[in-house]
């Protein structure tokens, strides 16, 4: 399966990720942008590339998580492929969930 992990900069730094990836290993392939790709490539084009081929798609939640710019495109950009959500809450605890939850102007048809 093709995890992509959604996350907040802010407040997740990459030891944090590292734990993250680790923690997620079971779900198979795990896409994380920060631990995946070198800096200096088109990030835009390396998301959108991981967001066509995820199978699912991990919120990892978090204070600063639904305010930033880049976390918002890219729940908007997995809500209109359809990839089912799950949240990874800050107790380390994992649930399914709908798009709304996060940005609740998000919808799905």
Request: glycine share 4%; proline share 6%.
């Amino acid at each position: 399966m093709n995890a992509f992990v959604s996350y907040s900069r802010r407040d997740n730094p990459l030891g944090r990720l590292t734990e993250i990836e680790a923690q997620l290993s079971h779900l198979g392939q795990v896409y994380i942008d920060d631990l995946h790709h070198p800096r200096g490539i088109n990030r835009h084009a390396a998301v959108i590339a991981a967001l066509e081929t995820a199978e699912v798609f991990i919120a990892v939640m978090s204070p600063n998580y639904p305010h930033t710019p880049w976390t918002r495109f890219e729940v908007s950009e997995a809500a209109r492929r359809q990839v089912p959500l799950l949240l990874l809450t800050t107790n380390d605890g994992i649930r399914s969930a709908y798009y709304d939850e996060i940005l609740p102007a998000t919808r799905t048809a």
